[in-house]
């Protein structure tokens, strides 16, 4: 096939433990899937139906373990958050996926960071916009490589947390979650046919807030390791 100018290469994210890569076909997050950090931003924590939002693949910035990697501080804002996430990863596709069939889906988990710039999310919500501009742009997704299920199991309890220049920012319990893995998998794919690829940022818990350039992220989940970020 002949294209206009050369397409890019595949967005991908190395696997522990072998000597292959997980291509990326979408990048999927939930919104507000803890009760503290929805109190923070000032919604009510109840357990209504789960939103989505969307990051291009192409957000990715991957760290490989045991190095820093690096987030360009974006454009356009002057008030850049960290959300530290637990990914989880689609590698078996579907659509009107069952609550008990939902971990057949996955392939396994990661540490990610949806990187926001509040201050265009903020407007967004005061007119009404969607959050493309606050949660969409280039290298906001910034995230370690992904653990086979077949390796680690389906976590459902577990530390989560994020400091920033030693200091801790974010501690909870991915237990906490408002919508479980395997219940936002069967929402998600009411809404979309997921396929072999795809990335969900699965909430974040309490702590948010804003970072500047120097300083350095560490987040870490229960047996998962840590995911070392510093801001450039």
Same mark, same amino acid.
């Given at each position: ?40 931003? =000032?919604?009510?924590? $109840?357990?209504?139906? @789960? ?5 291009? *693949?192409?957000? /990715? ?72 501009? =606050?949660?969409?742009? $280039?290298?906001?997704? @910034? ?5 086979? *299920?077949?390796? /680690? ?80």
């Amino acid at each position: 096939m002949r294209y206009v100018f050369e397409p890019p290469a595949p967005v991908a994210v190395p696997v522990v433990g072998i000597d292959q890569q997980f291509p990326v076909h979408r990048i999927y997050c939930v919104g507000r899937n803890y009760a503290d950090h929805a109190r923070e931003m =000032g919604s009510d924590p $109840d357990r209504e139906p @789960p939103f989505f939002f969307c990051k291009p *693949a192409d957000a /990715v910035v991957n760290v490989e373990p045991g190095t820093v990697g690096l987030f360009a501080y974006p454009p356009q804002t002057k008030n850049c958050h960290f959300e530290f996430e637990l990914v989880a990863a689609i590698g078996k596709g579907g659509k009107h996926i069952e609550v008990e069939q939902a971990n057949e889906h996955i392939y396994g988990y990661a540490l990610g960071l949806d990187m926001t710039r509040r201050d265009l999310q903020n407007e967004a919500k005061k007119t009404g916009r969607p959050w493309d501009t =606050g949660k969409g742009f $280039d290298h906001g997704a @910034p995230m370690g490589p992904l653990h086979r *299920a077949i390796d /680690v199991g389906h976590p459902v309890r577990g530390a989560i947390w994020l400091s920033v220049n030693g200091e801790q920012r974010q501690r909870g319990d991915i237990a906490a979650m408002i919508w479980s893995i395997p219940e936002t998998v069967a929402s998600l794919s009411n809404f979309f046919e997921l396929q072999p690829g795809d990335l969900i940022f699965t909430g974040t818990p309490e702590g948010v807030g804003a970072i500047v350039p120097g300083d350095l992220m560490v987040g870490g989940v229960e047996g998962l390791g840590e995911l070392h970020v510093e801001v450039v």
